[in-house]
């Protein structure tokens, strides 16, 4: 039997965020007006209570007092994008590192478009932090909830811990 998907509304800083599951696993995460983000299907079913203790760790995280996150995520992609938001996963709070250092880490330094548009697809927003890749040259290339969003989200771990640290390739 395939797990039911459920869905979330939770609200942020950010605007109201989307969160998906599959009963077990968080599957999706994302904010307004991102790219991919899908709209709840008919046979979605809305449990606001299964998303209660990732709501509170999310606001955790956006007052500062959180800088990891212990949620269990599923994210759905293809071998390679799914290597590339284990990466991901491995950048510490507030801590930038380039596309570049990105390709190197998942083993193929050439790879730094790919490694891109694998990280515009990663369909759980914050908890797999894709807003820390920035372009080689520190610019905010590049993000799926925009770039608004990204900078709040950069800015927000720089006050928290004090100051970001870029890790260049």
Request: net charge positive; aromatic share 8%.
């Amino acid at each position: 039997m395939t797990p039911r998907t459920r869905f979330g509304l939770l609200t942020s800083p950010l605007g109201e965020l989307l969160a998906v599951c599959d009963g077990t696993f968080l599957t999706g995460l994302y904010t307004p007006g991102a790219k991919g983000k899908p709209e709840p299907a008919a046979d979605w079913t809305r449990d606001d209570r299964w998303f209660e203790s990732i709501h509170e760790r999310l606001l955790e995280y956006f007052a500062g007092r959180l800088s990891e996150f212990d949620i269990r995520v599923r994210p759905a992609g293809t071998p390679f994008q799914e290597i590339v938001w284990a990466e991901l996963m491995r950048i510490p709070y507030a801590t930038t590192i380039t596309y570049g250092e990105l390709a190197r880490r998942v083993g193929d330094p050439k790879a730094s478009r790919a490694v891109g548009a694998a990280n515009g697809r990663n369909p759980v927003a914050i908890i797999v932090p894709c807003h820390r890749v920035i372009g080689a040259n520190g610019s905010m290339t590049g993000y799926g909830g925009g770039i608004d969003i990204k900078r709040k989200l950069l800015d927000l771990e720089r006050n928290a811990f004090g100051r970001l640290t870029t890790r260049a390739s």
